[in-house]
C-alpha cells in the first residue's frame, strides 16, 4: 500500500527554520494533492495548509502564512515545507496528507498519510 516518506524535522531555536519533506513511497497512478497538518501534544491534528498536484496552487492557514512555504519538485515527486521564523507553538508533530480534493482540512478526505516528524522549537 502507498504511503508517504517523510523526512526532516528536528529541534531548533524560537526564530530558527527547518525544511521537511514528502514523498510516496512508490510511483502513484494519479498526481495527488498534498496537505500538510501538524498535531501538538494534547491537540487534536490541525490543517496547516497544502498543495496543488501539480505546484501551481497552495493554500496557508492563518499559522503558516508569512513564514511557511509549500513547494513542489515533480521530478524527484517530492513535496517540501519550509518553515520559518519558527516558534514555540509551533512545535509538534507534522503529517503530510495525499488527496484528491484539493485544500481539503478534513483528515478523512486523505487517501494515505506519511508517518509524521517531529518539530520542536524551544524559546
Known amino acids: 500500500q502507498v504511503q508517504l516518506v517523510q523526512s526532516g524535522g528536528g529541534l531548533v531555536q524560537a526564530g530558527g527554520s527547518l525544511t521537511l519533506s514528502c514523498a510516496p513511497s512508490?510511483?502513484?497512478?494519479?498526481?495527488?494533492?498534498i496537505g500538510w497538518f501538524r498535531q501538538a501534544p494534547g491537540k487534536e491534528r490541525e490543517f496547516v495548509g497544502g498543495?496543488?498536484?501539480?505546484?501551481?496552487?497552495?493554500y496557508y492557514t492563518d499559522p503558516a502564512k508569512g513564514r511557511f512555504t509549500f513547494s513542489r519538485d515533480p521530478a524527484k515527486d517530492t513535496v517540501y515545507l519550509q518553515m520559518t521564523n519558527l516558534k514555540p507553538e509551533d512545535t509538534g508533530v507534522y503529517y503530510c496528507?495525499?488527496?484528491?480534493?484539493?485544500?481539503?482540512?478534513?483528515?478523512?478526505?486523505?487517501?494515505?498519510w506519511g508517518r509524521g516528524t517531529q518539530v520542536t522549537v524551544s524559546s
Open positions: 496528507g495525499a488527496t484528491t480534493i484539493v485544500f481539503t482540512s478534513t483528515p478523512a478526505n486523505y487517501a494515505f
Open positions: 498543495i496543488g498536484p501539480y505546484g501551481l496552487n497552495t
Open positions: 512508490e510511483r502513484t497512478e494519479i498526481t495527488y494533492a
